[in-house]
C-alpha cells in the first residue's frame, strides 16, 4: 500500500516521522514496530491539519482515506466501528511534533450511541459500558459542542451526590444511565445539539476538533511560552479503543523509567484502578503508587517493567509511558522521552553516560545552562523552627514564598503587581497555565508526581507541591483547610518546599542551594545522598565541557573574596575589574572631592592607597591568571550631588535666613558638571583629557601592586583596558600616558609588561577596529553599553519605561540587554572581529558585557570566534556549561522530544 503524507498506518511509520505524525504518532509507530502490546491505529497526519487550518476544511482526499484505514482496523480487531456484538470504539488523540501535555483535545470511546452501549455491556457489564457513555458524552459535549464544562461537571456531581459517592465510578448502572440522559439535556439546553448517533459522524466531528484545538487560547500561550513555531500543526492519533474501566482487574497508569524529579533510576508513576487515563493525570482520584500494581497485577507489573527497561535502552533516555490494564492484561498506549526537573536532567544524562548508554558528549547536550541556573537557586533554612503543616509530592524542586491564590485570574492579577503568589487548587487543569506561570509555586490536594500540575509546574521551572495528604481546598471560599486543623486564607503567606514537599504557614529564611555551596567549595559535604549524586553528577558534567570549551571563562569582580569565589567556580581569570566600583557607597565623596577640587592631592592619594590595597587581593586571588584591570569608568551622575537635592537644600537654608558657603560650592559644582545625558557624557577615556590625574591614580596602583606582590614571591598577571574609546586617537593618547607609568621600575629593578587593551564598546570603534587594533594587545566587547547605543535605549531605564510594553506587544521578542541581539549588535560584533583580526591576527578578544553570562548568548560569541567571555562569579558555572555545550553543539537545536 503506497503510504499518503494524509494519513499513516501505526505499521508504516516510525519514530523519524515525528515531524508528519506528531511526536506521539511517531513513537506509537515506534512502539508497534518493537513488538510492544500498542492496540492497533493510525495517524492523520500534521500536514492534514496544517491544510485543515489553511483552507478551513478537512483535505478532499482524507474521507476516503479514513474509510479504508477504518476498515482494516476493523479487520485486525475483529471488531465493527460502533456496530454488532463486540463494537470497535476508538480514542481519537492529539499529538504535535512537541509535546504539550494537556493543551489540546483527546476524545475516548467515540462510536459508543444508544444501540453500540448495549452491545458494550456484553464486554465488561452494564455498569462499565455505561461508564464509557458518560466520558463520551462529557467529552464530546465539552470538546465538540463547545458545551460548559461547569455544566456538564455539575451534572456529573449532582449524580454523585444523589447517590452519596464520591465519584463517578461508584454510580449503579441505573444512575449512571440517568446522567447521560441529564448530561445530554445540558447538551441540548447549552448548545441546541445532542450526541450523534453515527459513529462515522462523531469520528469526524472528532478529528476536526483535534484539528481545531491547536488554535485554542491555552495551546497558543502554551507555544509562545516554550517557542514552538505556530505553523506545525497537530497530528491526530485514532486508536482502538482498550478499557481501563471495565472492573477491578482494569486501570490506567502514567509512568516513568526513573523519578523524573531526582533522577533516581526506579520507575516511578501513578496507576488508578477501574480507570480511563484521564481520571489519572487530571488527579480527580487519588492514584496509588506503581509499586503497589505488583501486588495487584503481578504478570502485568512484570510486563510493564520489562518493557520500561526496554523503552530506556531504546530511547537511550528517560521515557514516560501510558498505560491501561483491561482485565489482567497490559497496553501501551504512549511513550516519549520524558519530561524531568533541572536535577534529573543531570543525574539521569551523568548516569546515562557512566554507564555508556550514551557518550558523555551526548550529556553535555542533554543538560543546559538555564538548568543549571535552577539548581544553583536558594533553598529554605529548616533550621528556625517554623514546622510545617501539610506535605505532599515533591513534584518540582526549589523553595518559594508567597501569597496564597485560589485561581489563575487572581494569580495573574497579582503577579502583574509585582506580588509573589502560590497557586492552590483542588486539582489543577490546562485553562490554569496561565495561572502557573504567574505563580513562583503550585499546591494541589489531589494528583500524583504525573498529574498535570506536576508535569507543567517541573517543565516552567516552578516548585510544586501535588497531592497534599488530607487538604481540602474550597475555592470558592478562597480557603485550605489542612489535616493539621491550620486554615489558609487568599492572601496568606505559604513556604513550599518543592524538594521534600512540605508546606508551611507563614515565609521561611531562605539559604543557598547546596549545589552552589558544593560547587563554591569541594571540601563541602553534601548533606545526603540524593545532594551527593546531583553534585557528582554536575561536577562530571562540568568536567566534560571544559574539557571541550574552546571559549574561556573568567570573571567580573573588584574585591579579592569575589574573585577568590570565581576562582573556586572555575574562572580562569578576571576579564572586567570595575575599578569605580572600588569607590561606591562611602568612599563616593572620594571621586566628588577630586572633581570640585577639595583637596584633590589628598582625595587622590586616598583613591590610589585604595587601589592598591583591593588589587593586591584581587591579583593574589587570580596568582597565576589574567585580571583585566579597567581604567576609571564613573558616570558621573553616580558620583557626583544630584543637583535638584542640593538647590532644594539651598533653598531652604536661604529661606531660613542663612547662608551655607560649602553647600553654594557643592550646587555650583553639581551644576557645572551637571549632564543632560551622562551615560554619553564624561566618562571613560574622556575623564584623561579633563581629569588625568583620576586615571594615572589606578594605573599607578596596579604597577605597585604588582611589584609588592612580585617581591612577595606571587606570579600577578596584570592588564589594563581603555573604556569607551571612539577613536584610535583616543587609545593612542591614553597608551602613551599609561606606558609612562609602566616604565617605573620596581624595588628589583624590572618593570612589569602590560597588555593593553580597549574596550569595544561603542558603535563607531566597532567600526575603526581595524585601527584600534594596531594600538591594542586585546579588545574586549561590552556589550552592555554597544546594546545601549547600537540601539539608542537606555540601559538604565528602557526596561521600565517601554521595552515590556515592546515586547507584550510583539514588537520585540528578547530584551536585547539580557540575551544578545545578533542581528544588530552581533553584527558589529563580527565586524570588529574581522577588521580586528585583519590588522592584528592574534589579537585577543573577549566579552565582558551582562551577556557574558547569558547561555543563548554564549553560543553566539563562541560561533564569533571570542577567546573568552567574562560574567558575574555566580554565573561562571553556567558559562563553562554552556561553553563547553557551544563546541559540542556547534549550532545544533537541542531539544527533541521523540529521541
Ligand atoms: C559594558 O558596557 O558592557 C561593560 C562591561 O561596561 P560597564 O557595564 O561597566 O559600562
Ligand atoms: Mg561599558
Known amino acids: 500500500m503506497t503510504a499518503s503524507p494524509l494519513l499513516v498506518r501505526f505499521d508504516d511509520g516510525d519514530r523519524t516521522m515525528a515531524d508528519l505524525l506528531g511526536g506521539k504518532g511517531a513513537n506509537l509507530a515506534e512502539m508497534t ?38 476498515a482494516d482496523l476493523e479487520t485486525a480487531t475483529g471488531q465493527t466501528f460502533g456496530a454488532g456484538d463486540d463494537p470497535l470504539l476508538v480514542s481519537v488523540r492529539s499529538g504535535a511534533r512537541f509535546s504539550m501535555p494537556g493543551m489540546m483535545d483527546t476524545i475516548l470511546n ?119 513555531p505556530e505553523d506545525l500543526g497537530t497530528a491526530v492519533n485514532v486508536v482502538q479503543m482498550v478499557y481501563g474501566n471495565t472492573g477491578p482487574r482494569s486501570g490506567s497508569g502514567v509512568c516513568f523509567t526513573r523519578d523524573p524529579a531526582t533522577g533516581s533510576p526506579v520507575p516511578y508513576g501513578d496507576y488508578l484502578q477501574n480507570a480511563q487515563g484521564e481520571d489519572v493525570v487530571n488527579g480527580s482520584r487519588q492514584t496509588v503508587p506503581l509499586a503497589a500494581l505488583e501486588a495487584l497485577e503481578p504478570t502485568a507489573f512484570d510486563q510493564l517493567m520489562s518493557h520500561l527497561a526496554g523503552l530506556e535502552r531504546h530511547y537511550r533516555d528517560l521515557c514516560d509511558v501510558e498505560f491501561t490494564i483491561e482485565d489482567g492484561a497490559l497496553w501501551i498506549l504512549q511513550t516519549r522521552v520524558g519530561k524531568r526537573s533541572p536535577a534529573a536532567a543531570f543525574v539521569i544524562a551523568a548516569d546515562l553516560a557512566r554507564h555508556e548508554v550514551i557518550t ?321 557624557g564624561l566618562r571613560g577615556v574622556r575623564l584623561l583629557t579633563v581629569l588625568p590625574e583620576l586615571v594615572d591614580v589606578h594605573v599607578r596602583a596596579l604597577v605597585a601592586a604588582t611589584h609588592g606582590l612580585r617581591a612577595d614571591g606571587f606570579d600577578p598577571r596584570p592588564e589594563i583596558m581603555v573604556p569607551l574609546v571612539a577613536d584610535p586617537a583616543e587609545l593612542a593618547a591614553a597608551r602613551t600616558r599609561i606606558r609612562q607609568h609602566l616604565e617605573v621600575p620596581g624595588a628589583s629593578g624590572a618593570t612589569v609588561p602590560m597588555p593593553i587593551g580597549v574596550m569595544v564598546e561603542l558603535p563607531r570603534a566597532a567600526l575603526r577596529a581595524g585601527e584600534l587594533a594596531r594600538l591594542a594587545d586585546f579588545f574586549s566587547f561590552g556589550t552592555n553599553d554597544l546594546t545601549q547605543t547600537t540601539w539608542g535605549m537606555s540601559r538604565d531605564d528602557a526596561q521600565t519605561s517601554f521595552l515590556s510594553a515592546y515586547r507584550s506587544s510583539g514588537l520585540l521578542e528578547r530584551d536585547p540587554f539580557e540575551s544578545i541581539d545578533e542581528e544588530g549588535v552581533g553584527e558589529l560584533v563580527q565586524l570588529a572581529i574581522e577588521r580586528g583580526r585583519h590588522t592584528k591576527a592574534d589579537i585577543g578578544l573577549g566579552v565582558c558585557g551582562e551577556h557574558a553570562g547569558d547561555p543563548g548568548s554564549i553560543h553566539f560569541f563562541a560561533r564569533a570566534g571570542v577567546d573568552y567571555v567574562s560574567c558575574s562569579p555566580p554565573r561562571v558555572v553556567i558559562a563553562r556549561l554552556e561553553a563547553g555545550r557551544a563546541e559540542v553543539l556547534g549550532g545544533r537545536a537541542t531539544t527533541d522530544d521523540t529521541r
Open 33 to 70: 514496530r518493537m513488538g510492544l502490546p500498542v492496540p492497533h491505529g493510525f495517524t492523520i497526519t500534521t500536514q492534514a491539519c496544517r491544510e485543515y487550518l489553511a483552507k478551513g476544511q478537512v483535505p478532499a482526499e482524507l474521507a476516503a482515506l479514513v474509510t479504508s484505514a477504518m
Open 360 to 680: 558523555m558528549d551526548e550529556a553535555l547536550a542533554r543538560v543546559d545552562g538555564h538548568q543549571l541556573e535552577s539548581l544553583l537557586h536558594d533553598q529554605f533554612d529548616d533550621q528556625d523552627g517554623l514546622p510545617w503543616v501539610a506535605a505532599g509530592l515533591p513534584a518540582s524542586p526549589g523553595a518559594s514564598v508567597g501569597e496564597a491564590v485560589f485561581d489563575s485570574d487572581s494569580a495573574v492579577s497579582a503577579a502583574a503587581e509585582g506580588r509573589a503568589v502560590v497557586l492552590v487548587r483542588a486539582e489543577t487543569s490546562a485553562e490554569d497555565l496561565p495561572g502557573i506561570l504567574a505563580s513562583c509555586a503550585v499546591v494541589t490536594a489531589r494528583g500524583g508526581l504525573a498529574s498535570h500540575a506536576a508535569v507543567v509546574a517541573r517543565g516552567f521551572g516552578r516548585t510544586c507541591v501535588t497531592g497534599v495528604e488530607g487538604m481540602a481546598v474550597d475555592e470558592a471560599a478562597r480557603q485550605a483547610h489542612l489535616p493539621s486543623g491550620v486554615v489558609i486564607h487568599q492572601g496568606d503567606v505559604l513556604s513550599v518546599d518543592g524538594t521534600t514537599g512540605k508546606l508551611y504557614a507563614g515565609p521561611l529564611p531562605i539559604r543557598p542551594s547546596s549545589v552552589a555551596a558544593a560547587l563554591a567549595d569541594p571540601s563541602d559535604e553534601a548533606p545526603d545522598a540524593v545532594v551527593a549524586r546531583l553534585v557528582g553528577s554536575v561536577r562530571q558534567i562540568l568536567a566534560q565541557a571544559d574539557s571541550r570549551a574552546r571559549l574561556k571563562v573568567l570573571a567580573n569582580a573588584e574585591t579579592g573574596p569575589q574573585a577568590a569565589q570565581a576562582r573556586r567556580l572555575g574562572a580562569q581569570g578576571i576579564g572586567l575589574c570595575r575599578t569605580e566600583h572600588m569607590l561606591l557607597g562611602s568612599r563616593r565623596h572620594l571621586v566628588e572631592r577630586v572633581i570640585v577640587g577639595d583637596d584633590r592631592p589628598g582625595a587622590l592619594l586616598e583613591i590610589e592607597r585604595i587601589a592598591v590595597d583591593e588589587l593586591t587581593q584581587i591579583l593574589r586571588a587570580m596568582d597565576g591568571l589574567p585580571v583585566v584591570v579597567r581604567l576609571l569608568d564613573p558616570p558621573l551622575h553616580e558620583f557626583l550631588p544630584d543637583c535638584e537635592d542640593l538647590a532644594v537644600q539651598a533653598a531652604l537654608e536661604a529661606s531660613a535666613g542663612r547662608v551655607d558657603p560649602g553647600l553654594r560650592a557643592r550646587l555650583e559644582t553639581a551644576r557645572r558638571w551637571h549632564q543632560v545625558n551622562p551615560m554619553l
Open 110 to 228: 467515540v462510536g459508543l450511541t444508544d444501540s453500540s452501549v448495549q452491545a458494550l455491556a456484553a464486554r465488561g457489564g452494564e455498569r462499565f459500558a455505561w461508564d464509557c457513555y458518560r466520558r463520551l458524552v462529557q467529552m464530546y459535549g465539552r470538546t465538540m459542542l463547545g458545551a460548559e464544562a461547569a455544566h456538564l461537571d455539575a451534572a456529573v456531581a449532582d449524580a454523585c451526590a444523589g447517590a452519596g459517592v464520591a465519584d463517578p465510578t461508584a454510580l449503579s448502572v441505573g444512575r449512571l444511565m440517568d446522567l447521560v440522559t441529564h448530561q445530554r439535556q445540558v447538551l441540548k439546553e447549552q448548545t441546541g445539539h445532542d450526541l450523534p448517533q453515527d459513529p462515522h459522524d462523531q469520528l469526524r466531528r472528532s478529528v476536526e476538533a483535534v484539528f481545531e484545538s491547536w488554535n485554542s487560547p491555552r495551546a497558543r500561550l502554551y507555544r509562545a511560552h516554550e517557542g514552538i
